[in-house]
């Protein structure tokens, strides 16, 4: 028998558990699993459960937007009047309540701060990541003053972007939480941005909660290829492919 083979089962998953947030080599205690892996299991569905019911606090996140220089974003909100209408009525979480606060800038890139499914990761990554894209797009391309969109589902920004009257919409919206991570954001680019597109006609980049996700540089990196993509193409979606290059650790 080897040394590996003579190890406890936790110390042989570690180095691979290490590089990963997937629950593996959880071990086993009898027929069940051990006491602190079902501990750790209800805390993570606990923390999922809360980042989809705790309503994000806009006028916090407006307070830190408004220090990046796009000036005070505007707020709107979908039809669905709380959390649990918009859990229960995605339709509605796609239809705006009203726009008639926001300007027809003409700009070239509009930017939406969405709650979505993880106000939670809204709230923690969503001024470090529009810092990063206003960093990124300066110099290059005209910025809509942002957004911040409450009881928002992705389509609520193509009704935005029209409003706006921007070439290419970013919506950045707090993805679905999952048990391993709840405070995910991605950004969905739309090109040309109306009622009536639909998912085809979008391009996502995801996992976007550093450190140990996608970090916020980087996915400025990525939006900023797309977006030009998008505007020597004419349009976003299927058509068009990330060719960002890779960074790989040295």
């Not at 407006?62 to 990046?68: C, H, M, N, Q, S």
């Not at 990124?136 to 911040?148: K, M, N, Q, T, W």
């Not at 405070?183 to 680019?189: A, E, F, Q, R, V």
């Not at 090109?191 to 391009?203: E, F, I, K, V």
Request: net charge neutral.
């Amino acid at each position: 028998m080897s040394a590996a083979d003579e190890l406890p089962v936790e110390d042989v998953w570690a180095p691979l558990r290490r590089t990963t947030q997937a629950r593996i080599g959880l071990g086993r205690a009898g027929n069940a699993l051990p006491s602190q892996r079902v501990l750790e299991f209800k805390a993570a569905h606990a923390a999922a459960r809360d980042a989809v019911h705790v309503p994000l606090d806009a006028e916090a996140l407006a307070i830190e937007v408004e220090t990046l220089g796009l000036g005070a974003p505007a707020q709107v909100c979908s039809r669905a009047a709380d959390r649990g209408e918009y859990l229960r009525r995605p339709d509605l979480g796609r239809a705006p309540a009203d726009l008639s606060a926001l300007p027809n800038s003409g700009a070239d890139v509009g930017i939406v701060l969405a709650d979505g499914l993880s106000p939670r990761a809204l709230a923690e990554h969503g001024a470090g990541l529009l810092a990063a894209l206003i960093d990124e797009f300066g110099g290059r391309y005209r910025l809509a003053p942002p957004v911040i969109a409450t009881q928002a589902r992705v389509a609520l920004g193509d009704h935005i972007g029209a409003a706006l009257g921007v070439s290419t919409l970013l919506m950045v919206i707090g993805e679905r939480p999952g048990l391993s991570v709840a405070d995910s954001l991605g950004i969905y680019l739309t090109h040309l941005p109306r009622p009536g597109r639909t998912d085809a006609d979008r391009n996502c980049i995801s996992n976007i909660h550093p450190p140990d996700g996608l970090d916020y540089r980087r996915a400025a990196r990525i939006a900023a290829t797309l977006v030009a993509g998008a505007r020597q193409l004419g349009r976003s979606g299927v058509a068009l492919k990330d060719t960002s290059p890779a960074e790989l650790p040295g």
